[in-house]
């Protein structure tokens, strides 16, 4: 049951086919000024040289501790704050251009943020809050609710109870369906869930994750899902992006990255997850420390002074992103042929 | 109190308050304001003092019509009754004048000088200091380091200090309240604004594609007026006091207008032949001010309504 | 520390300078001419024009600022229109006697501020605080100046105990710290305490109860600390704002005491304001007010550095 009327042609939106990406980033970079003292101007490399693709109808999941850049990645992808640098490009075509300007952009692609609670308007009503999307978009008042009570159904929140309520007086997993449904009212394509079920209740948390699923499914959707907790992103992610201080560490489908993990961050991440197997558990702690302060990156590997495998090369040269298979690619040269790193494997005969 | 009606209104902005046609089964909930109305009422303070200041306000507006003497009418022969007098009820001032019709018509005054400073700089301050919050960067330094200014200068010293150089006068004690407001005001209405911004629900909005101005009307205005509109009913009391404090000085109303601080600046000389007398009119500042006071803190006590 | 110090200082200036605009305005805001006070109705043409080219009112605005900026700073606040004498000299007399009102002032009401305060925060919802809330709702409401003519009435007018107004008994318009004098100050002290009591009494008590409801009070006791232990605690961290807000509390009263200086007629700085406006002396307002509103903006600072100094929690970057 499509609640939300939709062009005939499912495709008549989709300008490049099923094999163009609908998201393409590249050399992404944002740089926050910081003022102290009378030193000199310094920055935080908040995002600092990023580039992914997004394909089509897929669920990119992206990883990191905080402070690694994920939330400044997506408030870039969304236009909520300005890029220094770097293109992005929707669907083959730059956002921010004449083909496709941010409002555009911006029916195309929606965002459901963290706090169920300060994502709503105090003061509006459910319904309301859902409505205000289409209508700034030209949709007639009585169809914009008409819009919002189909979605509030299709949330699994009864219109006749929930319509009229205010954001108080529901609760967190309730509010965060009412968010997907304000994200899905301008009927996008592309949806970032930046940490958006982080603060629920692990049972609600199922439910909101399976009810993303169908959503997805139904409306033919691409997400952009972006949160610390492996587990989750192992369940929603088809490929799992993982940042490390600004940059991408590593980049690949889930199974390859989650199973196999290339980048010793992804493997010290994923060992550093509380296992159920007691067998299982590791002893030693393989990620000591917090992230080192993003305004002083460490030169060369930015993962080098709390890595197992640093080498003296590791301080002095940044490691590309390159594929150790098809699809999967690691930022570090312990990785790849010929970097210099005494476990870098031997140099493939060049084709 | 009408002005938490316009408010909410402004909150449920457009058609988007007016479900069509809605089927009665849809749970009404009753909004902010309705709850914060449904909190005042049970305050039994708040209530006292609101309906203290409502028969004030009935007073002023009536008292042309409902003055049981002259109120300018004076007689040398029967100055300074003392209050219980069978003719005049609250006694006679220094000129032979009813004490009651004087300070009944004296609302009027008082309460229009203590009120309209109030609401002049809650429009001024509230434009200025919610402009500064949501536009940030410059607009906001240049407009606040300005504020700053007027935050250097003692309230009272402020008022007196321009009435001083404007001269005395009703309209020149309105205009030199107001100066002393406005900076307060905008400068609450500033932070409330930049709390509000930073919130996700506008980065929402702007993801919806609405417009400055419409994220401005719909999404902000609803949730800084009521917080400004609170603290600016927290000043109706000073303003009051202020307000008549320049005519006690002799800067604001002029004889023989009668108006509270007025009234008491004449009848100073009469506090060793009537003491009681010459400090009525002082009492009825004192009690008009309490009542905003308490008015003023039922009505924030009513909206702390923890979300 | 210095650095705040220093800091704190730039910041200070743009504001300070912008005062110093204000005031040097606040002449000009006046109708007419500031000279037409002074001269006589019948003057000629020619002794306008003398009068101002001598006062320099006849160059542009900017020029006059920067004149008279360059005076000020010299400590030169020109000269009284009424008096003839110089109105830094005026305005130094009077603020000393200010000073001394506005602190014994701030004095009893910090004192019973802080006291009322502790109680409704020790015992919440109890009579005590209830007393205590009314005190401070009291203290806020209430036309000080009309206070003051009701203490003036009770205590002078019937009982004859205090002196209605005046400094002291000799009408020298010098207060001095000796007993005849302190029965001179006692009714307009209070008066003015009035205010600061309401103020301080209501940010002490919500401090304390603020205080006292955090975890760390519970782990205290739990760790069997006296009562008496608690208590310093409390006042450890209730105390830098406290300070702070009676700080502040001695440059409004300085600033705001121009209605109960008429009142009691103290000749202090809000005395020489009110003469000032109704002699249209307007280099007297304006020397007042310009020293009133510095002293302020010092004071604001100095309250500032000493409450980060006192309180560990703030940092000093």
Known sequence: MSVIPSSPDPFAADRGGPAQPLLSVSGLVKHFPVRKGTGPKRVVRAVDGVDFDVLKGETLGIVGESGCGKSTTAKLLMGLIERDTGDMLYDGQAIGGRAMPWRSYRRQAQMVFQDSYASLNPRMTVEQSIAFGPKVNGVPGRQAVERARALLARVGLEPKRFAGRYPHEISGGQRQRVNIARALALEPRLVLLDEAVSALDKSVEAQVLNLLLDLKAEFGLTYIFISHDLNVVRFISDRVMVMYLGRVAEIGPSDSVLAAPGHPYTQALLASMPSLDPDNRTQKALLAGDPPNPIDPPGGCRFHPRCALAEGVCGQVEPPLDPVMTLHRVACLARQPGSGHSAAPAQVLAA | MTAPLTAASVALDGNLAAPPDAPEAFVASRGFWGHVGHRLVRDPVAMTAGAVILIVVAIAVLSPWITPMDPYKGSMLRRLKPVGDATYWLGSDELGRDMISRLMLGSRLSLFMGVTPVLIAFVIGSSIGILAGYVGGWTNTILMRTIDVFFAFPSVLLAIALSGALGAGIFNSIVSLTCVFVPQIARVAESVTTGIRKRDYIDAAKLSGASALTIMRVQVLGNVVGPIFVYSTSLISVSMILASGLSFLGLGVRPPEPEWGLMLNTLRTAIYVNPVVAALPGLAIFIVSISFNLFSDGLRNAMEIRQ | ?317
Request: charged fraction near 15%; charge should be neutral.
């Open chain 3, 1 to 317: 520390m210095f650095l705040y110090i220093l800091k704190r200082l730039v910041t200070v200036t743009p504001v300070a300078f912008g005062v110093s605009v204000v005031c040097f305005l606040l002449v000009h805001l006046a109708p007419g001419d500031p000279l037409s006070a002074v001269l006589p109705a019948d003057a000629t043409q020619a002794t306008i024009d003398e009068m101002r080219a001598a006062y320099g009112f006849d160059k542009p605005l900017p020029v006059q600022y920067a004149i008279w900026l360059w005076h000020v700073l010299h400590g030169d606040l020109g000269v009284s229109i009424a008096t003839g004498r110089p109105v830094a000299q005026e305005v130094g007399r009077a603020v000393v006697n200010s000073l001394i009102l506005a602190s014994v002032a701030t004095l009893i009401g910090f004192t019973f501020g802080v006291f009322f305060g502790f109680v409704a925060g020790y015992r919440r919802n109890s009579i005590l605080d209830r007393v205590a809330s009314a005190l401070s709702v009291f203290g806020v409401s209430v036309p000080h100046y009309w206070l003051g003519m009701v203490l003036v009435i009770v205590f002078s007018a019937t009982l004859g105990w205090l002196p209605p107004t005046g400094a002291g008994p000799d009408g020298s318009g010098n207060w001095r710290p000796d007993f005849e004098h302190l029965r001179y100050i006692i009714l307009p002290a209070i008066t003015m305490a009035v205010i600061p009591m309401g103020i301080i009494a209501r940010t002490v008590r919500a401090l304390v109860a603020d205080i006292l409801s955090q975890d760390f009070v519970e782990a205290l006791r739990a760790k069997g600390l006296s009562e008496w232990g608690v208590f310093k605690h409390v006042v450890r961290n209730a105390a830098p704002t406290a300070l702070a807000i009676m700080g502040l509390q001695l440059g409004y009263l300085l600033g705001g005491s121009i209605l109960i200086e008429t009142v009691f007629a103290w000749p202090g700085t809000g005395f020489l304001l009110n003469a000032a406006i109704f002699q249209r002396d307007l280099p007297l307002l304006q020397g007042s007010i310009l020293v009133l509103a510095m002293f302020f903006v010092a004071l604001n600072l100095v309250v500032d550095v000493m409450q980060t100094a006192l309180d560990p929690r703030i940092e000093r970057a």
